[in-house]
């Protein structure tokens, strides 16, 4: 039966108004270092970031009796709050009639390979929780008669183990997770960027951040010290890292002050590249409904002529319309999926256009247009696959825009709130830059290389090569519950640590000072630029290995002249900004120093990215014959096995592998055997050394 939803119910799901933050605390103490008064903050553990993941932890820990903090550049900025898609999707065990299995469900989430076996199948267990108690705070997932969840099939799922309650799942799990710190009494320092970790010897000693609040004759730049026995990083991932790119503005995530900070950085080579709107614009994912409304894709040219160019790549009209269908759950650009007329054949058409100074557009009143000398378009004549999903769903209607309303009528009202509607106008769009899966490496714990720091969310590279739709809101969720239950068990965190910090913020201020240079001939602005261009146009989806090696060379250039020269600034405001750019110069080093090891060693296509080489056995074809300039490698077996690992040593980048972490699938938990590991805080492997 179809239902018409009331607008007040579309409403509340689009606009999703947040908790008013408690009045900030005051910061009495400080010290005074290299002539400047720096305000200084003690707590047991300092969350930085305030999505979903630092959330999730900043609660978990008060709950436990931690004394927390959460630091944030921007309360309610980031991806958690500020992106999605059709139906933004979270991925946790589903409620099918005998249950799932908790193995499958991790064989499912490392299926890609390059993921520790632990963490997957803690991912796997800690799903059940995360939802659940996200459920408890509130969060709106939906639900049939019987309280089962609602799920359906995204990208790298089989069974469909995702839900979603609409666009905004991610804001509205920030909503609950904020409404629950803000009540818990969890103080919160907003518009505080950190710049970097103070390390006092071996250990975390806290974390040096900019407030414009804090700034005074004596403290030009507001900066600010957070001392701390344990830092939890939930920064998020590096949005600014692409031109190209669909993270919201001023993502710059941690991975370049994790390197500064002698922090091994894992998995950097993997990456997700999709369809969607982009950020100069409206930065939204178009997966899902969009795509499997079927609309007529095209691009137009200079003179405003429409051209019809999937027609070129796909031999019918059949295959087009099902193949544009199927990108709705095949989403993120795959090198396989370029083989055998697959959907990421779409991704590269659009490149390509792009490439031609052509905009690509989809347009929700027509229906896509013929192959030449095919049938025309008719839901008659879909594969068998894309006509059962519609018809079940009862997207039967004449028009795109109608069976999009039919199925979605959320994704319309989204793009109104930005003053697009998609009802009257075609929608421009591109391959963009959503996700990275790689980040600081940590063990099951959420444990770094550096003794009391943790990373959780996008910041933390637990995700293998492939995930599933949706498993990054869950793996942010299961760490931060898994990072606070460490921390409050290790009791080195519950309050403030004492000691001296006078002489680690003061090499902390001597780095600072080497980069702030007024007058020197780099800017950030120049900075940024460069580093975008170079990672878009190099290190997208189509990579060559003479251009990641010049690109690599370029970027160790780059970072030799940041260091030589340092970055000029015109205002104190500006200062965070300067050293974030600062920090991503050489995080984007450190993304193409992992991507040209892996290419040299012999890497293959995998996941985001196509190692194109004319001796590549992968081969795309099109209707109009092999598209010889994008042969690619195959991915080889064994790369599934082992991950990368990045670290600044010095100047220098320093690469390695190490294999994943296993976990025999043959062990079962006994419960009066395991128990005491439980009662004496064993499990916790305290004593262990750091694994990660
Ligand atoms: C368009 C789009 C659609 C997506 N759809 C899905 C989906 O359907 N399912 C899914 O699982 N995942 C999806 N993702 C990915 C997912 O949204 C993110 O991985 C996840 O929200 C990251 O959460 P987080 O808490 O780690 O980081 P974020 O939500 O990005 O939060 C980072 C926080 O850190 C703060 N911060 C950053 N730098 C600093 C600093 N230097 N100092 C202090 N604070 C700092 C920010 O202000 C922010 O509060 C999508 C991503 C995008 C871009």
């Given at each position: 039966m179809a239902h018409t939803i009331p607008q007040d119910i579309l409403n509340a799901l689009t606009d999703v108004d947040m908790p008013r933050l408690a009045a900030e605390p005051e910061i009495p103490a400080a010290v005074m270092v290299q002539g400047q008064r720096v305000p200084v903050c003690a707590c047991g553990t300092v969350v930085m970031g305030s999505g979903a993941a630092g959330l999730r932890a900043a609660v978990e820990l008060k709950r436990r009796g931690v004394d927390v903090a959460i630091i944030s550049q921007s309360a309610w900025g980031g991806t958690?709050?500020?992106?999605?898609?059709?139906?933004?999707?979270?991925?946790?065990?589903?409620?099918?009639?005998?249950?799932?299995?908790f193995r499958e469900m991790a064989r499912a989430i490392r299926a890609g390979g390059a993921m520790d076996?632990?963490?997957?199948?803690?991912?796997?267990?800690?799903?059940?929780?995360?939802?659940?108690s996200l459920q408890y705070l509130g969060l709106p997932l939906p639900q049939d008669d019987f309280g089962g969840t609602l799920r359906y099939q995204t990208d790298h799922d089989d069974v469909g183990r995702a839900t979603s309650c609409g666009p905004r799942t991610s804001r509205l799990m920030v909503k609950v997770l904020a409404t629950e710190a803000v009540r818990l009494g969890v103080?919160?320092?907003?518009?505080?960027?950190?710049?970097?970790?103070?390390?006092?010897?071996?250990?975390?000693?806290?974390?040096?951040?900019?407030?414009?609040?804090?700034?005074?004759?004596?403290?030009?730049?507001?900066?600010?010290?957070?001392?701390?026995?344990?830092?939890?990083?939930?920064?998020?991932?590096?949005?600014?890292?692409y031109r190209d790119s669909v993270f919201p503005n001023g993502c710059f995530g941690s991975l370049g002050l994790a390197l500064e900070a002698g922090v091994a950085l894992v998995n950097l080579t993997e990456s997700q590249f999709g369809i969607g709107t982009r950020r100069e614009d409206f930065p939204w994912n178009l997966s899902g409904t969009y795509v499997q409304a079927i609309p007529y894709v095209h691009s137009v040219d200079g003179q405003g002529q429409e051209h019809n160019f999937l027609a070129d790549t796909y031999r019918t009209t059949q295959e087009l319309a099902s193949n544009l269908f199927r990108k709705g759950y095949q989403w993120p650009f795959h090198a396989t999926r370029m083989l055998d007329f697959g959907s990421s054949l779409i991704d590269l058409a659009i490149i390509r256009e792009n490439r031609a100074g052509r905009r690509v557009v989809m347009d929700f009143n027509r229906n896509p247009q013929p192959v030449p000398g095919d049938l025309p378009f008719s839901l008659d004549r879909l594969d068998a696959d894309v006509a059962a999903y519609l018809a079940q769903a009862g997207a039967v209607q004449e028009r795109p825009i109608d069976r999009l309303r039919h199925m979605n009528p959320l994704s319309i009202e989204l793009y109104l709130r930005?003053?697009?509607?998609?009802?009257?106008?075609?929608?421009?769009?591109?391959?963009?830059?959503?996700?990275?899966?790689?980040?600081?490496?940590?063990?099951?714990?959420?444990?770094?290389?550096?003794?009391?720091?943790?990373?959780?969310?996008?910041?933390?590279?637990?995700?293998?090569?492939?995930?599933?739709?949706?498993?990054?809101?869950?793996?942010?969720?299961?760490?931060?519950?898994?990072?606070?239950?460490?921390?409050?068990?290790?009791?080195?965190?519950?309050?403030?640590p004492d000691g001296g910090v006078e002489v680690p913020l003061e090499q902390a201020l001597e780095r600072i000072d080497r980069v702030l240079r007024p007058g020197s001939p780099l800017d950030m602005r120049a900075i940024k630029d460069e580093v975008q261009a170079r990672m878009?146009?190099?290190?997208?989806?189509?990579?060559?290995?003479?251009?990641?090696?010049?690109?690599?060379?370029?970027?160790?250039?780059?970072?030799?002249?940041?260091?030589?020269?340092?970055?000029?600034?015109?205002?104190?405001?500006?200062?965070?900004?300067?050293?974030?750019?600062?920090?991503?110069?050489?995080?984007?080093?450190?993304?193409?120093?992992?991507?040209?090891?892996?290419?040299?060693?012999?890497?293959?296509?995998?996941?985001?990215?196509?190692?194109?080489?004319?001796?590549?056995?992968?081969?795309?074809?099109?209707?109009?014959?092999?598209?010889?300039?994008?042969?690619?490698?195959?991915?080889?077996?064994?790369?599934?096995?082992?991950?990368?690992?990045?670290?600044?040593?010095?100047?220098?980048?320093?690469?390695?592998?190490?294999?994943?972490?296993?976990?025999?699938?043959?062990?079962?938990?006994?419960?009066?055997r395991d128990w005491p590991a439980w009662l004496t805080g064993a499990v916790f492997d305290l004593n262990r050394g750091q694994d990660a």
């Open positions: 958690s709050a500020c992106s999605g898609s059709d139906k933004q999707t979270l991925h946790t065990a589903n409620t099918s009639d005998r249950g799932d299995n076996e632990d963490t997957a199948y803690v991912e796997a267990v800690g799903s059940v929780r995360a939802m659940a103080p919160f320092y907003n518009q505080t960027t950190a710049v970097q970790i103070v390390v006092n010897g071996r250990n975390v000693a806290g974390i040096l951040a900019i407030r414009p609040k804090s700034q005074t004759p004596d403290n030009p730049y507001g900066l600010t010290l957070f001392r701390c026995a344990a830092l939890v990083i939930a920064a998020g991932g590096p949005g600014e890292l930005y003053k697009v509607d998609i009802r009257r106008d075609p929608l421009e769009f591109a391959v963009n830059n959503q996700h990275m899966n790689g980040g600081i490496a940590v063990d099951s714990w959420g444990r770094s290389n550096l003794p009391g720091l943790y990373a959780v969310g996008e910041a933390a590279g637990t995700h293998g090569v492939t995930r599933p739709g949706g498993a990054a809101l869950n793996a942010g969720q299961v760490l931060g519950t898994r990072v606070a239950e460490h921390i409050a068990a290790s009791g080195r965190a519950q309050t403030a878009s146009d190099h290190a997208g989806i189509l990579c060559t290995p003479d251009a990641v090696l010049q690109a690599l060379q370029a970027a160790t250039g780059l970072n030799q002249a940041i260091r030589e020269s340092g970055i000029s600034f015109k205002r104190g405001a500006e200062v965070a900004r300067v050293l974030q750019w600062q920090q991503m110069a050489l995080a984007s080093q450190a993304v193409l120093a992992a991507l040209e090891f892996y290419i040299r060693q012999g890497g293959g296509s995998r996941g985001a990215r196509a190692i194109c080489d004319p001796a590549g056995e992968g081969v795309p074809m099109a209707r109009s014959g092999p598209l010889q300039d994008v042969r690619f490698r195959l991915e080889r077996e064994r790369d599934k096995d082992e991950q990368i690992l990045v670290r600044l040593v010095g100047d220098t980048m320093q690469v390695s592998t190490r294999r994943n972490r296993r976990l025999d699938d043959s062990a079962r938990p006994f419960f009066e």
